[in-house]
């Protein structure tokens, strides 16, 4: 084995471990830093993930959602990237290894790998269903609805067979907006391209657990969420459970059986697997619990962010949910404290800033909860979802390339990126 990378000079070195909102929420206020410091992903692009549904229905480009790591940190003096995959951490000798990269020594450790998609151990689901967690999940999924479609244009025996239908699993936000979203793209755009087959033999189902959708929000905006998506011709079953999946069926726990070709699982997340290599017993989820300061306990040197970490809310003590903001919050957190510790000044415990909940279900369609209690639904709901989604794209041009994709969807109804591309 190569031996440990160590500084090549007296500045701190700040190993940061994933491109997500937490990595480079850290990486950017490190920027000033009297510090080195280097970005490490298994990919060269960060994933702004609240959008992935609307890749996967064809609503934006790739390049609206995927952004490439070196644009976003890359003009900082301080700091590299490199694109490799984490096989190992060791805390006490404070060294990181890698597949292709030779193990790598740090002063201060940024743990922020994310989280892997949770199928509750759902037979089936691992090999079957269609997660919403990734680039590379949305455009997969992306290219099976098109194909899905072409196949049954080609051949109408499918229909009967359930060749259109998508089962959505968890009555989440993620799963209640990727339903609207698709059946949207069912009712408007697939309905134009494909006119000669019967939109009634095309369903999208919202299958959850618990007893109403939004188990998060107030009773009032369930209510709105359940008869928006139902006014879309979603089919809500709530207070169901998938028991199994195959490719073409979906069998749920009472044992009625869906005919679907398509199970879009949206129903969980754990934490990346990485606690288990440094020898941790992460909590339930995978999650590895962090001080107030959100550090490991024992390793003040060592900063665990994001989806993987356990991270409790210093009011009410309950563990944050896995959410793009409390990512990029202690992201940033982690930043601003690592510069402070190499500059000797005194430090803070992490507050999470919580700026409400919301959800988009559709067109003119959507739902937000702030903190305090007031809500607001419908059109003022959406324009609130789009200005709060917009300040957290990471760049201006991804701004314009938003703007531009969604008034034009508003305006023409149409949705450019509903193309699949095959290398022959």
């Not at 990727?178 to 000669?196: C, Q, V, W």
Request: charged fraction near 20%; charge should be negative.
């Amino acid at each position: 084995m190569a031996s440990s990378e160590s500084s090549p000079s007296a500045r701190p070195r700040v190993l940061i471990l994933g491109g997500g909102f937490a990595g480079v929420g850290a990486a950017q206020k490190l920027a000033d830093a009297h510090a080195e410091v280097i970005l490490i992903d298994r990919h060269d692009y960060h994933t702004f993930q609240p959008l992935l549904y609307q890749l996967a229905s064809g609503l934006l480009e790739t390049t609206a959602v995927g952004h490439s790591l070196r644009d976003l940190v890359g003009h900082q003096d301080n700091t590299t990237v490199h694109q490799a995959t984490v096989t190992g951490v060791d805390v006490d000798a404070r060294e990181v290894r890698f597949d292709d990269l030779a193990p790598i020594a740090y002063d201060y450790l940024v743990l922020a790998l994310g989280a892997e998609v949770d199928f509750f151990g759902t037979e089936g689901a691992a090999d079957h269903a269609f997660p919403m967690y990734t680039l590379p999940h949305a455009v997969r999924l992306k290219d099976h609805l098109v194909e899905r479609w072409e196949a049954a244009d080609r051949d109408p025996a499918l229909l009967e067979d359930g060749g259109l239908n998508i089962v959505v699993v968890g009555g989440g936000p993620t799963g209640v907006e990727t339903a609207g979203a698709m059946t949207e793209l069912y009712r408007s755009e697939f309905a134009k391209d494909y006119p000669d087959i019967p939109q009634e033999q095309a369903r999208v189902t919202l299958v959850e657990a618990g007893p109403e959708l939004f188990s998060m929000f107030e009773p009032k905006l369930r209510h709105y969420a359940t008869k928006a998506l139902t006014d879309r011709d979603v089919d809500v079953l709530a207070g169901e459970r998938v028991a199994s999946v195959s490719p073409t069926r979906v069998t749920l726990g009472s044992g009625a059986v869906l005919n679907a070709h398509t199970l879009i699982w949206g129903a969980g997340l754990q934490g990346s697997p990485v606690g288990r290599s440094i020898g941790l017993a992460p909590e339930r989820g995978n999650r590895i619990a962090v001080g107030s300061d959100l550090t490991l306990p024992g390793h003040p040197e060592v900063f665990v962010l994001g989806d993987i970490a356990a991270i409790a809310d210093a009011k009410t003590q309950q563990v944050l949910p896995q959410l793009g903001s409390v990512a990029l919050q202690s992201g940033e957190h982690a930043g601003d404290t690592i510069s402070r510790m190499i500059a000797g000044r005194r430090t803070k415990p992490f507050a999470y800033r919580d700026k409400g909940t919301m959800a988009a279900i559709g067109r003119g369609a959507a739902c937000v909860q702030m903190l305090g209690g007031r809500t607001m639904t419908g059109k003022k709901a959406q324009f609130a979802w789009i200005t709060v989604h917009l300040a957290l794209l990471p760049t201006n041009q991804d701004r314009a390339k938003a703007i531009v994709d969604w008034a034009g969807a508003a305006v023409t109804h149409q949705r450019s990126g509903r193309i699949s591309v095959r290398v022959d």
